[in-house]
């Protein structure tokens, strides 16, 4: 009997994992079709400058309009889209949409936005991404030093010369380069100051701790300061309460992110937000 149910038990797991794995296969076959028929879209969340309490910027956020499963979340197909590599043509998708929606902002009065893209560490390091960046800025005749590319931390440590290297090449056409989700990977602060980064954005685990955990409050107080000290600027991400806002004024943080200031918003919302705070 116990033979039996080691066997059948083994089985079942094996059953489990292969269902998960043509689960997986199916969605990668969808987000091939989903790549070919354009069935993205870009939400963007408004970033504030917290002193001047202003919308300075936005940050580009990717949803995949599946047709039949609705809004899919990032963070269920770009591993997959990395994992399959898909991810440059999303990411170079991404870069001309972001490009375009400047060039429309800067002809209606929304210059002043600075707009943040994501990019995926393999990305990052594809050969042409620079030219391919060059070109669009050219194409469309934007602003770059109001664009700014986010890499995470962890994406970075996988290639970390060859990143660093092409950071600083994308760096020297104009545009700001953000750690992103800092304080989630190593966060070694060697890092802040070797790589050629212009911003730093904390993740939203620390501004969500700063509340909860026990010190972390004071963490969060000296990297801002760290930060600063390395002429670095800050963003603090998943802003949910005024309680965390009042800190982070408190100890200068430079700028926010978060639901309590809004959502994720389409372009429209976006323009119709930022017409009623002027
Ligand atoms: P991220 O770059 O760290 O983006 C911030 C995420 O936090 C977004 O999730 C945003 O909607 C969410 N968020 C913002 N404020 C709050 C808040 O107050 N509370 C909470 N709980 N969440 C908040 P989203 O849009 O689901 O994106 C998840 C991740 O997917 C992003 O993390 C980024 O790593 C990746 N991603 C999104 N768009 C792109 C893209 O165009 N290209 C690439 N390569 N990755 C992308
Ligand atoms: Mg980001
Ligand atoms: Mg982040
Ligand atoms: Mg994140």
């Known amino acids: 009997a116990v033979k039996k149910e080691t066997k059948d038990s083994h089985a079942y797991y094996s059953t489990e994992i292969m269902e998960k794995n043509i689960r997986k296969v199916e969605l990668a076959n969808e987000l091939r079709q989903a790549v070919d028929n354009g069935e993205f879209i870009l939400l963007y969340q408004p970033i504030k400058n917290l002193g001047k309490k202003k919308i300075v910027g936005v940050e580009a956020l990717i949803r995949w309009k599946h047709p039949v499963k609705g809004f899919v979340s990032p963070v269920e197909f770009i591993p997959l889209a990395e994992e399959t590599g898909m991810i440059y043509e999303i990411d170079k998708w991404v870069l001309r949409t972001v490009s375009r929606q400047k060039k429309e902002w800067e002809e209606n009065g929304l210059g002043y936005l600075k707009i943040s893209i994501n990019l995926s560490g393999s990305s990052l390091v594809k050969t042409g991404l620079v030219e391919c960046i060059e070109d669009l800025i050219e194409e469309y005749g934007i602003d770059c030093s109001l664009l700014q590319i986010e890499v995470t931390e962890t994406a970075l440590m996988e290639n970390i010369r060859e990143s660093a290297v092409i950071l600083e090449k994308i760096r020297r056409i104009g545009i700001k380069i953000a750690l992103d989700d800092f304080g989630t990977g190593y966060s070694s602060f060697t890092y802040l100051k070797n790589l050629p980064i212009d911003v730093v954005k904390l993740d939203r685990q620390f501004i969500w701790d700063m509340m909860n ?55 429209e919302d976006i323009e119709l937000l930022c017409c009623q705070h002027e």
């Open 213 to 267: 955990v026990d010190q972390v409050d004071l963490i969060v107080k000296s990297v801002i300061q760290l930060t600063h000290d390395l002429l670095l600027e800050i963003v603090a991400e998943g802003i949910e309460t005024e309680k965390q806002l009042d800190y982070l004024m408190l100890h200068n943080c430079d700028y926010g992110q978060g639901y309590l200031f809004s959502r994720p918003l389409s372009k």
